[in-house]
């Protein structure tokens, strides 16, 4: 049964040991008792995050399922969600609660189901190919919307809209397909904080598997028109800034080397960065 008192939060978390405590420390931070409901769906975990989870706030509730799959944690997650709206939210972003509070205050607009907010990402530590790439990618136009990734909220409308995610590997560009425009609501207040891999080859991992889930939408979804001309949009507006003109060549090898990994087939299906699953205290 609905709670209009109570906002939800659905975690999928795989072998989150080393992150999960930041994520929901930076999401409860500032949080009243009872103010949200946290569920925490831990799928195919051979480590500790549900016991770090649950001892975490009485306000965080554990699933655990034993198949590693982010779709069907997020599908559990939202079966299980009782609040008046729902984010859903990586288990390694860092979100906090006025932020998370805001993008739920956005879907009392009339006519909006989703809320998302601007990514901030975090580069230190990371190699200067990695670091030369993002400087560029920062730029993609689709950012300057709000990244509908990572930390997306739900009105109930919305979550009528998705109903169940298919096992597909793109997820959030999935959700993003599914909902028209003028549904969505970008919270220029919001930011949350996600952490770049910290090598090449983690990189290279991370958009290959990116570029092969949206290849698998296609038998998903038949909205992709409406995103269409974006690499174009980032093109003209990486011609106003001479200063990133440096960096351009290596954003155009990464994404011609992710693109060509991403036709290889892959038995792993959670293709995450593991450089930045890094100890909570650093």
Known sequence: MMNRDLISVVIPAHDEEAVIQRTLG????????????????????????????ARESGDVVVIELDQASKTAAVNAGLQAARGRAVILLDADVELETPSARAMVDALSCPGVEVAIGHMDVDT?????????????WMHHPYLRRG??????????????????????TADDTYLRRLFPRDRVATVGSVRYKVRAP?????????????YRGTRELSGYTDSAGQY????????????????????????????????GLSYRNSGARWERDLTTRSAVTE
Do not use: H, Q
């Not at 230190?124 to 560029?136: Q, S």
């Not at 990244?147 to 597909?168: C, T, Y």
């Not at 269409?228 to 980032?234: K, M, T, V, Y």
């Open 26 to 53: 930076a999401l409860l931070r500032s949080a009243d008792p009872g103010e949200f409901e946290v569920i925490v769906v831990c799928n195919g975990c051979s480590d500790a995050t549900a016991e770090i989870a």
């Open 147 to 168: 990244k509908f990734a990572a930390a997306i909220a739900l009105s109930r409308d919305g979550m009528e809209r998705i109903g169940s995610i298919p096992p597909v």
């Open 228 to 259: 269409r001309g974006e690499a174009g949009g980032l093109l003209r507006r990486l011609l106003t800034k001479p200063a990133l003109w440096l960096y351009v060549p290596v954003y155009v090898a990464v994404v011609l080397a992710a693109r």
């Open 198 to 210: 910290r090598t090449v080859r983690s990189l290279l991992r991370v958009r290959s598997r990116s």
């Open 124 to 136: 230190r530590g990371a190699d200067p190919i990695v670091r030369a790439f993002y400087r560029v």
